[in-house]
């Protein structure tokens, strides 16, 4: 059971594979506020060129949305946002058939009824490729949704145009959309869609950058404090062997509840005081008292 | 050395498919990256790779490949050789072959060839004599001479050491180990275990039209629009997991079933508890079977209906005494005045649909630690091992009465 219930997977032979490269006039250069690494920049370029979603995973508060409002910008675009989440379907993206408005139209007499396609309403996908030009298409937070949702976009995504057996009408993208999907990987996505994507990945921030991020939410903060929390923070996680490694916002809790605990900076290092606050399972939680005995030794 | 690649990714654990090669085909067809080996890297990495679980491996398949490259040139000219003759890929099944001969057709190769020479003609005159580009031009099987027909390579920093140097840094080693790999797959399987039903507590929120046609005619006419509830899982859980002991090497196994069962938020109810070795008269619901957390066996039992489905996860390998022995268990202070055995042929009564998943796989049931200990829970219950397709087979004997 290596692949279970793909219902369109076209593979190799996918259209996607001889879809139209996108004009060569279309290419993104970061914008003002939002500097993109050179490598990432490259990415969305091949994605956009490729006609091919681009799939950005990365840690919360790694900036992923933020990206794609960049690219919109950068592009001078509009940006459609569809925000994901456990409940939404495929079809919602698509469109919603508004029966009972409908009903009671026919009912008091309001309006044409008999002109399905006034009941019709175009979904966040629909609505990028009705757009009469081109558009930025954000899946915010794709892994959200139910473990067979992707797969239920493969044909929309790859044909970008899907039927709306109500009015008989084909919807097809005037101009193939820049899809912009993000994941904050909960779930892993299945096989038959990332085939079809470009994949970039927003490393974690480095020190440096760490310490900016923390200063923008806790400014007034002790700075041998942070530097101490910070070198601790890094040094927890390259313990080997961690089931959830903290991440920023752990950080960010653990600085404020160090602050407001008053524990002497040199101590963090040492003891790391409040641990449960960065790691969450007990066995880390254990990883981390035996590397801490090991480092006094 | 091009299609070495391919294949050194896969010997290397990275998954790409021949979907994926053919979009990194085009994308160097297209000009993306040929004439820079930093650019081939991220490109070939964004294309084939898609998670950061494998870059680590796309890394070392990469160094392996351009390790001693100094130009992209030599890429390209391998690119091309490859598409003259794209079936003589070795090594590829005849499922992908087939796939493959039935995607080309869809390629226009003169198309691509066409875009290609387009490329390398703007990119030699937009260098002026300053790309490597210029030196491919005389050597090139397609004979692009005309641009420069001395083929030389004239100046031009290579840049080709810095990818190969932060290939060989290899940055990603660390995104390999925290990666669950395989839950994806438990979850799918868990998926099954589903019942649909509308009695249930919910809102009614689906038009049900037949009765609104129905009532809308009884009330001459005029609209009457009747509600129901969607159908939702019933399905009831309980799964109780086996720590400690020969259970620690299967840890990550367990964690990945437990991860997968956590996150299937289909079920109407899940319930997890502990035991080690054997089910006695108490349970835990701490991983740690410590005191505070030891519920009454009879306690569950009495209170879960006999609709849930029991999940039992472990190795059922054991002391002979453990499982059959009135004061059998393995702690000290302890005492049980029912043999394991009984516990275990009790819990299969009460509940109508239970199974074990074990961790030693299947075809060492017979000769592993603790074979006799198996047999007899395998009378007790249907016996999986805990594989995705044990789970599967498993997860099918739960919705099948007995």
Not at chain 1, 56 to 64: R, S
Request: glycine share 6%.
């Amino acid at each position: 059971m290596s692949q279970p219930s793909q219902p369109s997977d076209p593979s190799p032979a996918s259209p996607a594979t001889s879809a139209p490269l996108s004009p060569a006039s279309l290419v993104y250069a970061g914008t003002g506020d939002y500097i993109a690494a050179p490598e990432l920049m490259q990415t969305v370029n091949v994605a956009v060129q490729l006609s091919r979603p681009l799939l950005i995973k990365g840690e919360p508060g790694t900036g992923k949305t933020m990206l794609a409002l960049s690219i919109a910008q950068g592009l001078q675009v509009p940006l459609i946002t569809w925000s994901i989440k456990s409940t939404t379907k495929a079809q919602d993206g698509l469109y919603v058939y508004d029966t009972v408005q409908r009903l009671y139209d026919g009912q008091f007499g309001e309006g044409d009824v008999a002109d399905i396609a006034r009941y019709i309403k175009l979904g966040k996908l629909g609505e990028a490729f009705a757009s009469p030009e081109r558009v930025v298409l954000l899946i915010d937070e794709i892994d959200k949704a139910d473990l067979e949702f992707p797969n239920d976009l493969l044909w929309e995504l790859d044909r970008m145009e899907f039927y709306i057996p109500e009015t008989h009408e084909n919807v097809a993208a005037v101009h193939r959309p820049i899809v912009l999907i993000t994941s904050n990987a909960e779930k892993e996505l299945p096989d038959a869609f990332l085939r079809r994507c470009v994949f970039h990945f927003i490393e974690f921030p480095g020190e440096a950058m760490m310490e900016r991020i923390v200063r923008v939410h806790v400014p007034d903060l002790d700075r041998t404090l942070l530097d101490m929390a910070i070198e601790a923070f890094y040094w927890v996680r390259e313990i080997s062997g961690l089931q959830k490694r903290p991440s920023t916002s752990e950080l960010i809790d653990w600085v404020q509840v160090l602050a407001g605990g008053g524990v002497p900076p040199k101590e963090i290092r040492r003891r790391l005081p409040f641990m449960g606050v960065l790691l969450k399972k007990d066995r880390d939680v254990e990883l981390a008292v035996k590397a801490l005995e090991r480092n006094r030794r | 050395m091009f299609t070495r690649f391919f294949f050194l990714l896969r010997a290397y654990g990275v998954p790409v498919t021949v979907t994926e090669w053919l979009a990194l085909m085009r994308a160097l067809a297209a000009g993306l990256a040929l004439n820079d080996l930093d650019r081939f890297y991220s490109l070939a990495r964004a294309v084939l790779v898609k998670s950061e679980a494998f870059f680590d491996q796309y890394d070392q398949a990469f160094l392996a490949a351009f390790g001693g490259i100094e130009t992209p040139a030599e890429i390209a000219d391998e690119v091309w050789e490859w598409f003259k003759d794209p079936l003589a890929f070795p090594g590829l099944t005849e499922e992908e072959r087939r796939r493959l001969v039935e995607a080309l057709g869809e390629v226009d190769l003169d198309e691509l060839r066409r875009l290609f020479e387009e490329r390398l003609a703007e990119q030699t005159e937009a260098h002026h004599g300053g790309s490597r580009w210029v030196g491919t031009g005389g050597t090139s099987p397609f004979g692009h001479g005309g641009v420069h027909p001395g083929g030389i390579r004239v100046g031009g920093r290579s840049r080709s050491r810095t990818a190969v140097k932060v290939a060989a840094e290899r940055r990603y080693r660390g995104y390999r180990t925290d990666v669950e790999v395989g839950t994806r797959q438990f979850e799918l399987a868990l998926r099954r275990l589903r019942q649909l039903s509308s009695r249930n507590e919910s809102l009614p929120d689906e038009l049900d039209l037949d009765e609104t046609i129905e009532e809308t005619a009884d009330n001459a006419g005029r609209l009457s629009l009747v509600w129901r509830k969607s159908r939702k899982n019933a399905v009831k859980v309980l799964l109780l997991m086996d720590v400690g002991g020969s259970m620690d090497r299967y840890a990550t196994l367990c964690s990945n079933l437990f991860t997968a069962a956590n996150r299937s938020t289909h079920f109407k109810d899940l319930r997890f508890s502990y035991f080690h070795n054997c089910v006695y008269d108490w349970l835990y619901t701490d991983a740690r079977l410590v005191n505070r957390s030891a519920v009454a066996t009879n306690h569950v039992l009495h209170e879960l209906p006999a609709d849930y489905k029991l999940i039992l996860v472990g190795d059922a390998a054991m002391a002979h005494s453990e499982l059959v022995s009135r004061y059998g268990i393995i702690w000290w202070g302890e005492m049980n005045e029912e043999p394991g055995i009984e516990w275990l042929r009790r819990l299969r009564r009460h509940f109508d649909h239970s199974v074990w998943l074990n961790t030693i796989p299947a075809d060492e049931w017979d000769r592993a630690y603790g074979a006799g200990t198996i047999r007899l829970v395998r009378d007790v219950f249907p016996m999986y091992e805990l594989t995705v397709d044990g789970l599967t087979a498993a997860v099918k004997k739960l919705m099948v009465r007995y």
